[in-house]
């Protein structure tokens, strides 16, 4: 766990000696604030790298404390193609709120036990993309509803399928925009823009969003595989890419984006930090403008990929 008052220091040296505006004043720390668990551990989308860049701006712009995990190798490095072990969840039990990025996990019950007590405990959470396939477990095994029902229920939708990769990383895949008739401050501040996250499919032909659900922001694919083939009946170009839902009580917010190249654009920061107090109650204190998305040290991800696409030979500290 970070110390709030390290973390303002080393924040005020930072945009000291930067060329861009300092940002807003941070919060004043509370005397109980928040404690924040974001689990990583997808081996495509660098999450790795995004989650602790966000949990730097949840500590400063809404008081929170966090601790953010990662999928470990035997020796200790980060390594998200490891898909059976996430040391340290047991943090969750005493959090407050749980932020999830994994994508098709094999965690041993031991460990898997403290993410599903913590979505039964009513307690706040987000997620963001394949986190609607957050789990994989085989046909004999017990948790193999964890695949598909427990994502639907808990953040609003399981995998389906995208509109198509194309050139990954090089341009902008899905066109973002406002749901019109959508009215909530978490999405104050933020602007129409252009994702690096191809589209997901949550709703349209067979498939429907939980109806829970209330979609906050809609893409529209640039290009799609689904269009090529004229599947546009069955996977329509349009669709919903952030929405809230609630699960036993609790307030979850949720998106499909992510992509690493995405979390270098402001406005998914500002949605995310905007997301991520309106989960915990908070709503009152997000600005007319949304929270202030300016990053604290560079953030420069690898790109999306299988494989070792990652940065290897890291330890949790050095992210």
């Known amino acids: 766990m ?11 040296l930072f945009c000291s000696c930067s060329s861009s505006p300092a940002p807003a004043a941070a919060p004043t720390a509370k005397d109980d604030p928040p404690h924040i668990v974001f689990v990583t551990g997808d081996d495509e989308y660098r999450s790795e790298e995004s989650m602790p860049m966000l949990a730097r701006l949840v500590e400063r712009e809404l008081g929170a404390t966090t601790e953010v995990l990662f999928a470990l190798d035997s020796a200790g490095f980060v390594n ?43 307690k706040p959470m987000a997620g963001f993309r394949t986190s609607t396939h957050a ?28 509109h198509g990769h194309f050139a990954d990383g090089h341009d ?6 406002l749901v ?15 994702a690096y996250s191809w589209l997901y499919h949550v709703d349209g032909g067979e498939w429907h ?47 499909t984006l ?13 949605l995310a930090l905007n997301g991520i107090a309106w989960a915990l109650g908070q709503e009152a204190t997000i600005p007319a403008t949304g929270f202030n998305p300016q990053t604290i040290g560079p953030y420069a ?16 500290e050095d992210f």
């Open 180 to 194: 019109a008739a959508a009215d909530s401050p978490i999405l104050n501040g933020v602007q129409p823009f252009d």
């Open 258 to 270: 992510g992509h690493p190249y995405d979390w270098k654009n402001e406005q998914l920061r500002r």
């Open 135 to 162: 789990f994989q477990y085989g046909e004999d095994s017990l948790r193999q509803h964890l695949n598909n029902d427990w994502p639907t229920a808990v953040f609003g939708q399981q995998w389906i399928t995208h």
């Open 2 to 12: 970070r110390k709030l008052s390290l973390l303002a220091l080393l924040t005020a």
């Open 80 to 122: 998200p193609n490891v898909k059976d072990n996430i040391p340290g969840l047991e943090a969750l039990a005493s959090a407050d709120m749980m932020v999830l990025f994994l994508r098709w996990r094999n965690l041993p019950d031991e460990q898997v036990k403290f993410i599903v007590d913590f979505a039964e405990s009513g």
């Open 209 to 255: 969003l939980n109806p829970n659900a209330r979609p906050l922001l809609q893409g529209t694919s640039l290009r799609s595989q689904h269009e090529e083939a004229g599947r546009l009946d069955q996977f329509p170009l349009t669709n919903p890419v952030a929405w809230t839902n609630d699960y036993r009580g609790a307030r979850v917010f949720f998106t």
């Open 301 to 316: 991800p690898n790109n999306s990929g299988f494989g070792e696409k990652f940065k290897a030979n890291q330890r949790p």
């Open 172 to 177: 902008p895949l899905t066109s973002v925009e």
